[in-house]
């Protein structure tokens, strides 16, 4: 990737690379050259916007790279804890519609979370590049998802 291309990934590609971790955390690693170069042809928007993918992109994403097969949504954390439970669960993004903070200015970003013992994981792909991974509490992921009005796409490898 150029210097500009990673800066148009960064920008724009936060859902990609959140399937990359993805495929990371499921031991089937792909590198982001290698994702692009495999998905680029059938994504003529990410001329202009890198990485860019709508939902049923993800879906169909993460099919052809066999970490999940349909996937379901949800604003409730507390459901999506559930989820955890089950094995069949692959993966959960979390997109933002507002900053964590609840500033009114749209932000429309996902990361991906686990849940474990009362806490949640959240991996985040920041714009300029950095990644922020951390754990945070129940109470506080709640509050902090119900700001940015969160809501889940579940991930699942049954049916």
Same mark, same amino acid.
């Given at each position: 990737?150029?210097?500009?291309?990673?800066? #148009? $990934?960064?920008?724009?590609?936060?859902? *990609?690379?959140? @399937?990359?971790?993805?495929? =990371?955390?499921?031991?089937?690693?792909?590198?982001?050259?290698?994702?692009?170069?495999?998905?680029?042809?059938?994504?003529?928007?990410?001329? #202009? $916007?890198?990485?860019?993918?709508?939902? *049923?992109?993800? @879906?169909?994403?993460?099919? =052809?790279?066999?970490?999940?097969?349909?996937?379901?949504?949800?604003?409730?954390?507390?459901?999506?804890?559930?989820?955890?439970?089950?094995?069949?669960?692959?993966?959960?993004?979390?997109? *933002?519609?507002?900053?964590?903070?609840?500033?009114?200015?749209?932000?429309?970003?996902?990361?991906?979370?686990?849940?474990?013992?009362?806490?949640?994981?959240?991996?985040?792909?920041?714009?300029?590049?950095?990644?922020?991974?951390?754990?945070?509490?129940?109470?506080?992921?709640?509050?902090?998802?119900?700001?940015?009005?969160?809501?889940?796409?579940?991930?699942?490898?049954?049916?």
């Amino acid at each position: 990737m150029t210097d500009g291309e990673k800066d #148009q $990934f960064y920008k724009y590609g936060c859902v *990609s690379r959140c @399937i990359i971790q993805l495929t =990371e955390w499921h031991h089937k690693p792909i590198t982001p050259d290698d994702f692009i170069a495999r998905f680029y042809p059938h994504y003529p928007q990410w001329s #202009q $916007f890198l990485g860019l993918l709508s939902l *049923s992109d993800i @879906i169909d994403i993460c099919r =052809e790279l066999k970490i999940g097969r349909h996937a379901d949504t949800y604003r409730d954390s507390a459901v999506v804890r559930e989820y955890f439970k089950d094995v069949k669960t692959s993966g959960v993004f979390m997109f *933002s519609e507002r900053d964590f903070n609840g500033g009114s200015s749209p932000n429309y970003h996902c990361s991906l979370v686990g849940y474990n013992n009362q806490r949640w994981r959240v991996w985040s792909p920041a714009t300029n590049g950095i990644v922020v991974d951390g754990e945070i509490e129940n109470p506080v992921f709640d509050e902090m998802t119900g700001k940015c009005l969160a809501h889940f796409l579940v991930l699942r490898c049954d049916r």
